[in-house]
């Protein structure tokens, strides 16, 4: 029997006594999926190498079909790429100022929808919820995923400030460009364009914390439509991400055709390759 457990047995308050027991039951359901995830990746990993499931097997001293189970079912090890046991999807609140209130963009809500969504179908605990209208939000926390520009707060506009490759800068002639430093290319909104055209640029990244101590994942479009089609990607090709940045520090971009009637994703495309941020240098 464990500390932990002989702790909570002796406890003579049976209310005190039932939610120590819940709280340690999520704990232990999270670190048993957490573990099922690491062992289907080892698994993944080594017959990747080009180990037979047999050899696997031998060396591990576990059966074949036992080694084989573990390779197709469990927790997929490419979850591991939005967090570890619960994340906490953030998307903007936005101020009205016509009606005097706040309010929530159609287009974060579908984001954030799709993310939780997402991260449930690996096997994540999902919780939820709003960066102020001040921006104000506590980013120093592990498993958060950020929907919210560098324009809406400060504190993220600190972390993406921290992206060794990807700038957000506003155009001379006033709308939000992100430049890519490494090729010089400016990346700018279809609907800031002329002639404009339904069309928008999204950005993905994994960058540190404020207090150094872990990431966190950023997401964000010049306009709302950028956002949801990071999403889009995500959900579609989440295994090939996975496979280049694991869950290292990193920055893309992402092109995005919408409907300029509802503002879906008609198609989300990598614009430049995932920037490792341990192989770049500022430039």
Known sequence: MSDEL?????????YLLLREVTTRLADAQQEVTELARL??????????????YAQIAAKAGL?????HQIRHTGPAPEGAFLGRGSVTVATPLRRDDERGRTVVAVDDVSSGKR???LARSYGLDVTSEHVPVTGAIDLDRDGLVVVCGPRMSQEMWDTYAQDPVLAWER???GPWTVVDRKTGLVHRAGQDSAPARPYDVGYLGRLPRPDGQGTLLA????????SLGVVQLLTNDLNTLWGQVGDQPFSTLVGVEYDQDTSEPLSAELLCPLYRHDEETSV
């Open 63 to 67: 059966s074949r079909g036992r080694i």
């Open 6 to 14: 002989r702790r909570i047995v002796a406890i003579d308050d049976p």
């Open 39 to 52: 062992r289907r990746r080892v698994v993944q990993d080594l017959h990747a190498q080009g180990l037979s």
């Open 171 to 173: 155009a001379e002639d």
């Open 115 to 117: 993310l939780e969504e």
């Open 219 to 226: 997401i964000a479009g010049i306009h709302t439509q950028g």
